[in-house]
T-cell receptor, first 114, second 119 residues
Framework: KQEVTQIPAALSVPEGENLVLNCSFT??????LQWFRQDPGKGLTSLLL?????REQTSGRLNASLDKSSGRSTLYIAASQPGDSATYLC?????????????FGSGTQLTVLP | GAVVSQHPSRVICKSGTSVKIECRSL??????MFWYRQFPKKSLMLMAT?????????EQGVEKDKFLINHASLTLSTLTVTSAHPEDSSFYIC???????????????FGPGTRLTVT
């Protein structure tokens, strides 16, 4: 059974810092990996999606990497801003199974202090 | 971008009553929809997967008679919490999957969630 772990569970940084969020998964036979942002009491916003054949994806100040063989992904946020404060979730979908349902990590709650 | 809506966004009901939550894909057809449950400060737990026109597939430990899922059309799925109890209070999120234009690129779009409180 796929298990997804995110470290740290919570992170507080001053504005302007670069930071890295970590995600690890136990079954390397993934179809893709996604990073999501969730604001309190809200749904999920997809940030980046990495296919299993890719090693990284970039969008603005965000860069996500994927090392499938070691079961790890990182989300790098450059020049953090208070508006980046949210919970960041990573999720993987397995290669097997037609439904491609996602397995989520427990999230990293990020606070960027002004 | 693809938009998924949920209604209601927030509902309070009395113990023993039933509550229906709607999930709609607004600008695309969703062959598959997923229902998740999220407890405070916890991750999303998949409850069930539904395909249009067929019965939902429930995850282990999820009571299918309590959480009724209907996926009547390619744009609408409903989750009915029957005989709700306080322990059913949670944040319920749906997602809809569409088959994007690029082969083998499949994406899920998430609704904004429904906060259910059972008193």
């Amino acid at each position: 059974k796929q298990e997804v772990t995110q470290i740290p569970a919570a992170l507080s940084v001053p504005e302007g810092e670069n930071l890295v969020l970590n995600c690890s998964f136990t079954d390397s036979a993934i179809y893709n990996l996604q990073w999501f942002r969730q604001d309190p009491g809200k749904g999920l916003t997809s940030l980046l999606l990495i296919q299993s054949s890719q090693r990284e994806q970039t969008s603005g100040r965000l860069n996500a990497s994927l090392d499938k063989s070691s079961g790890r992904s990182t989300l790098y946020i450059a020049a953090s801003q208070p508006g980046d404060s949210a919970t960041y979730l990573c999720a993987v979908s397995l290669s097997s199974g037609s439904a491609r349902q996602l397995t989520f990590g427990s999230g990293t709650q990020l606070t960027v202090l002004p | 971008g693809a938009v998924v809506s949920q209604h209601p966004s927030r509902v309070i009901c009395k113990s023993g009553t039933s509550v229906k939550i709607e999930c709609r894909s607004l600008d695309f057809q969703a062959t598959t929809m997923f229902w998740y449950r999220q407890f405070p400060k916890k991750s999303l737990m998949l409850m069930a997967t539904s395909n249009e026109g067929s019965k939902a597939t429930y995850e282990q430990g999820v009571e299918k008679d309590k959480f009724l899922i209907n996926h009547a059309s390619l744009t609408l799925s409903t989750l009915t919490v029957t005989s709700a109890h306080p322990e059913d209070s949670s944040f319920y999120i749906c997602s809809a999957r569409r088959l994007a234009g690029v082969p083998m690129l499949i994406e899920q779009y998430f609704g904004p969630g429904t906060r259910l409180t059972v008193t």
